[in-house]
Structures are given as structure tokens and as C-alpha cells.
């Protein structure tokens, strides 16, 4: 590639390899990282010598190292967004200081922009509470994420820490990737378990045909390492309530990991929840579900608690917040309907 071609490239996604990746094909690596993006797409670019690994141009086939500096170039400059545009959003905050904002999310509020969402983010709130410039990026393609240290599904609520100072990034992030974060969710999954705590394991990575959804692999080249440790809290036969502790934080982790066991959660449509997995499909049955996912119209999965060592003051940190109303309401609607069932 001559200096003239060189000129003619533009940046169109950076970043840098996690410290604990393990070798993995870049096309592979890369469908993984940029969402809506073909593997031929990617596969093509490398072919034109349009992905660059530390400088130098590599092929699809290239296995990624930890630290790599990974730079796609293309022909044609890609679409800036504006800057963080500050939004009146209301947040639910828990704890903040100088450093830290412990909030309660609510549901249906996308954590950072991205593509079909370039507004009405967490990120946009946080510009409005906050001055958006001052808040610290983690390092690597996270110029569009500041403050945001972890992230939550969009219609998962519950607990979530946000970093305001480099210090509480830096400090957040080493923690998130020792692991040693505490976080417990309370999900409510179709089915009821032989066992009442268990381990789940996999490695997680997209789905090969439904880019939309995560898969669990028993192969470690094709996935990130995952670990859920789950516990019965409620059995209601048709339902079950379970405690989830976290020792790895994948994409989707609790929904795919649950799904793999033959438990979706309960109306998470992306993971097959939606529909009756319990039951006698009648007409009186299949009415009080429904009416169930109208209350409830999103996965029933909330962060319940958070536990870390604060980063600049080291104190020990500790936060939980109950189940949303709507949680609880439909909770209280099966443990009716699961006793009236038994009466009978």
C-alpha cells in the first residue's frame, strides 16, 4: 500500500486487547466486538489489507494477542456522531461522591449510545447530572462510554456503579477484571431445579446464526470464559426465583446461561422465554401468563446487590435494591395462582 493510499484511509474502529484474551482468529474477534457487522465484511476488509494489528496489516486468520492494538481502515470516512448531548433524564441515585454514582436503573434505559441508539442513554443522563468532558473513558474504543465501567441490558434493572474520576476508573476496572466485584441478581426463570444451588460454565460468544443472541460453547476458542453461581430462592413448580452471583460478567450471561439449562428467563423473547415452558397450554393457563408478561413486558432478571472496595477511599461498599414493583406484582400472582392450584 502506497503513502497515497495510506492518505486515503480513514479510522473506523480501534481497540486494544483485553490483558486475559486468548488467542482467537481476529474475524472471529472482531464479528464479537462490532455489532451489525458481517464476518465477510470483516473478512473482506482484511483481504484489502484494510485491518492493521500494532501497525501492520493483517490477515483474517491473524490470532489476536493480549494488548494488541487493533485498527480497522476503510476507504471512506465514517459517520462522527455529535457530542454526548446532555438529556434530562431522571436517575435513581444511591450513593455519590466525588468519585462514584451507585444508581438504581431503571428499565428500558440503554446504557451507552450505539448504533440505533445515539440518544436517551444512561450516558446522555449522566452528561446532564454531570459535565459529560469530565468524566473518565476506560481505555481502548470507549470514547462514546464515559463513566460507564459495566454495563447492563437494556431492560434489566437494578444496581450499577459509575466512575466520575480517572481514579475510580482505573481502580473500578482492575476489580471487574480480578472479579472480585460482588454482584447478585434475582432472576425469575421458567421451570423449577433438581438441585438447589448450582455452578454454570461455559464460554460464552455470539450466536453463529442469530447475531442477536449470545451461545454457550464448550469449546474455549469459541467463547469468553463464564461462570454463574445460582441459588433457589422461590420454587413455584411452574417458576422458579433464583438467586445468580456473577464470578465472570459476559453479554447476557444469566439469559444464555439459563437458556443453555432449559430455563429462560421468564419473558425474555430473545431467549425463547416469551412462550408457556411449564404448564398445560388452555385457554385459562395460557390467559394468566400472558397477563403475567403484560405486567412484566421484559425479562424478569434485576442486579440486586453490588459489592466493591471503594477506589480512592478503600472503603468497603455495599448496595442492594428490592425487586421493581412490577417484579414483585408478578411474583405475588404466581405464588396466588400456584396455591390456588393446590387447593383445588
Known sequence: MDIKEEKE???????????GQSPVRIDKFLLDKMERVSRNRIQNAAKSKFIFVNEEPVKSNYKVQPLDRIVMK?????????????EDIPLDIIFEDDHIIVLNKQPGLVVHPGIGNHSGTLVNALAHHLNASELPVKEGNNADRPGIVHRIDKDTTGVMVIAK??????????????????????????????ME??????FIARHPNARLQMHVFENPEEGKHSVTHYEVVED?????????QLETGRTHQIRV??????????????YNGDRIWKGTVYSKYKKFVENCFSILPRQALHAFSLGFIHPVTKERMYFEQELPNEFKEVMEKWRNYVSTRKSN
Open 197 to 202: 444451588k448450582g455452578t454454570i460454565t461455559g
Open 236 to 244: 413455584l413448580y411452574y417458576v422458579t426465583l433464583v438467586k445468580c
Open 257 to 270: 446461561h439459563m437458556a443453555s439449562e432449559g430455563h429462560p428467563l421468564f419473558n425474555d423473547w430473545r
Open 9 to 19: 484511509l480513514f479510522e473506523y474502529f480501534k481497540i486494544v486487547v483485553d490483558k
Open 165 to 194: 474520576s480517572p481514579e475510580a476508573m482505573s481502580g473500578l476496572s482492575v476489580q471487574f477484571e480480578k472479579h472480585t466485584i460482588e454482584r447478585t441478581y434475582l432472576a425469575l426463570v421458567w421451570g423449577n431445579f433438581e
Open 74 to 86: 476503510l476507504p471512506f470516512q465514517r459517520r462522527e456522531d455529535d457530542h454526548i448531548i446532555p
